[in-house]
């Protein structure tokens, strides 16, 4: 699928049931707006414990959330880095995540900023500018040729002593799932071409070995993959944690 009809995928999901979209594998369709961002903060405060672990930066730090949608991990991340940026492809999900970041619940606009980007790569940011850059299922649902160019972007934007972490699944754990998901794949594309308009949720895996590859050519030192379950159960998914050096180091 190219960016563009990914966009369009994301934009009729995010006007239409963006909850529902972020998180289905929960098998919720209507979400109660605080359980919706309360899951959020369970998943940051793991995530925190993990780069605690490894003694990577916080509190007067920034970071970045690629693929933020409605802001459920941006805004609890936000209660761990001074500032935090939000990037998201569709357009509906970044209205959505301005909107509800002013709810009682939600965090001081001035430190938490959301972007809409269209585009292939994160130009929109300099070169070393977080602390952290950080993505929890977005990257799952491009093709590699696009999450291999972002995850190239993730080491440039990321400072001497910052970390990136983010989840990306490597394979369907069954021959037989493949099977099946490359023959669904096939049947969404036919439908698409025929019927138009109805959004589909792709998802894709990419190599361990090839990931951390990418990682270590963009000056990034791997510190740590954990296997994660984010991907669903007919996915082998991981977390990948990698520091960009300072020059003493
Ligand atoms: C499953 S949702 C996850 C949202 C958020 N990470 C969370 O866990 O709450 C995936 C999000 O990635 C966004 N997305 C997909 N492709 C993108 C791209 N190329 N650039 C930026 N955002 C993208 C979608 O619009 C959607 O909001």
């Known amino acids: 699928m190219q960016l563009d009809d990914l966009r369009q995928n994301w934009e009729t999901f995010g ?106 790569d994160l130009s929109i940011f300099e070169d070393e500018s977080f602390d952290l850059v950080f993505s929890l299922i977005t990257l799952q649902h491009m093709r590699p040729e696009f999450s291999r160019s972002y995850i190239a972007e993730f080491c440039r ?13 490597t394979h369907r754990t069954t021959a037989l799932k493949r099977l099946r998901g490359a023959a669904g794949r096939t049947m969404r594309k036919v439908r698409r071409s025929l ?11 990419t190599p361990r070995k090839d990931v951390e590859a990418l990682l270590t050519t963009g000056g990034l030192r791997v510190l740590d993959v954990l296997p994660d379950e984010l991907a669903g159960p007919s996915w082998q998914s991981f977390r990948y944690l990698a520091i960009r050096p300072d020059s003493g180091d």
């Open 157 to 169: 934007l990321v400072r001497p002593g910052g970390v990136v972490f983010f989840q990306l699944p």
């Open 15 to 120: 006007a239409e049931n963006p909850m529902w979209a972020i998180y289905t594998g929960r098998g919720r369709i209507e979400w109660d707006e605080g359980e919706f961002f309360a899951t959020g903060d369970t998943e940051i405060s793991e995530v925190m414990a993990v780069l605690e672990r490894h003694g990577a930066p916080s509190g007067a730090a920034r970071a970045l959330d690629f693929g933020c949608g409605l802001g459920r991990l941006s805004q609890a991340l936000a209660a761990h880095y001074e500032t935090v940026d939000g990037v998201d492809i569709s357009e509906p999900m970044i209205e959505g995540a301005k909107a509800l970041a002013r709810q009682p619940t939600g965090v001081d606009e001035s430190r938490l900023r959301y972007h809409l980007n269209t585009k292939a």
């Open 195 to 205: 019927l138009g308009g109805e959004p589909v949720m792709e998802m894709y895996g």
